[in-house]
């Protein structure tokens, strides 16, 4: 079992920044990739970010060159760091990892509301 838990969402004029993390405890000597996915209200969750255990990273376009991606692996963290933000932007973001014990079984974090004012 892999608990995760978000922190660092709020409210930010469009063009601002906000930093997302997401500590991870319990079955962390098996981690493998990590990540972020976000839902809009009545919009499917989808892909944000994700970082693997080797730091390969992987982004979805509408946040290329604006959104970046990191783990600690020694602290067992994610972080998210989101600049120029735009208010379709707003949603709310969870923390994802997957394990080596588990691959194809996604652990969820509760969820931080970004919202993004015009």
């Known amino acids: 079992q892999v608990q995760l838990v978000e922190s660092g969402g709020g409210l930010v004029q469009a063009g601002g920044s906000l930093r997302l993390s997401c500590a991870a405890s319990g079955a962390i000597f098996s981690l493998n990739t990590m990540g972020w996915y976000r839902q809009a209200p009545g919009k499917q969750r989808e892909l944000v970010a994700t970082i693997t255990s080797g730091s390969s990273t992987n982004y979805a376009d509408s946040v290329k060159d604006r959104f970046t991606i990191s783990r600690d692996n020694a602290k067992n963290t994610v972080v998210l760091q989101m600049n120029s933000l735009k208010p379709e932007d707003t949603a709310v973001y969870y923390c994802?990892?997957?394990?080596?014990?588990?691959?194809?079984?996604?652990?969820w974090g509760q969820g931080t509301q970004v919202t993004v004012s015009s």
């Open positions: 994802t990892a997957t394990t080596r014990v588990l691959p194809g079984y996604n652990y």
